[in-house]
């Protein structure tokens, strides 16, 4: 069975940019999760997606949004980039709440 | 929300050691995931361990729920062990894990 896989690997943006990353989840998964990890933060939960609904955010500011379509591939956009943003985007699906989670390679985005 | 903290932050070992890492939780658990994250970032899932004991290999975790805490066993380490590995925990009401800063090994040939 093939793993979690995302789009883009690597992305260099400027600032005041817009970015999409993808997120193709393990057959089966309904469940989708996006991560920010930086070496200051550390793993942060931006926000998970369910059967096409938002089912949980973080604390993240509004210029982070995504969605999921009904194949359960997701999508997240951040918006007028910062330099903060800078840091590894993971994704990672399981098949519903309470089951084990499974990590894309990750999207390394760097905003100059 | 929940609190997640890894011990050592840093560990440095000689090939062929021994180590047990520790994670501690401060809420009644949901779930537990054990995972290494290798240089290119990528996350590997070890162990899903919201309570008792799992053996693969030369790794094995407890995870003692009662006392909020589990551990990762480490035998026989190989230098393919360095990277950092994360305990992610959800607990309360919560199915979202929070992950802990995790602990920084290092293998020495």
């Known amino acids: 069975k093939a793993g979690v896989t995302q789009t883009p690997r690597y992305l260099i943006k400027t600032r005041g940019q817009q970015v999409t990353l993808s997120c193709s989840p393990i057959?089966?998964?309904?469940?989708v999760s996006w991560y920010q990890q930086t070496p200051g933060q550390g793993l942060q939960f931006l926000f998970e997606y369910f059967s096409e609904t938002q089912r949980n955010k973080g604390n993240f500011p509004g210029r982070f949004s995504g969605r999921q379509f009904s194949n359960s591939r997701s999508e997240m956009n951040v918006s007028t980039l910062e330099l903060g943003d800078s840091a590894l985007y993971l994704c990672?699906?399981?098949?519903?709440?309470?089951?084990?989670?499974?990590f894309g390679p990750g999207t390394r985005l760097t905003v100059t | 929300g929940i609190q997640v903290e890894q011990s050592p932050p840093d560990l440095i070992l000689q090939e062929g050691a021994n180590s047990t890492l520790r994670c501690n939780f401060s809420d009644s658990v949901n779930n537990l995931q054990w995972f290494h994250q290798n240089p290119w970032g990528q996350l590997i899932n070890l162990f899903y361990?919201?309570?008792g004991t799992k053996q693969n290999g030369r790794l094995s975790a407890t995870t003692v729920a009662t006392e909020r805490y589990s551990l990762l066993y480490i035998s026989s380490s190989q230098t393919t062990d360095s990277g950092v590995y994360f305990c992610a925990v959800a607990a309360g009401g919560s199915y979202i894990p929070t992950f802990g800063r995790g602990t920084s090994l290092i293998v020495h040939p």
């Open positions: 057959s089966g998964h309904r469940s």
């Open positions: 990672a699906s399981k098949r519903d709440r309470n089951y084990e989670q499974y």
């Open positions: 361990i919201p309570s």
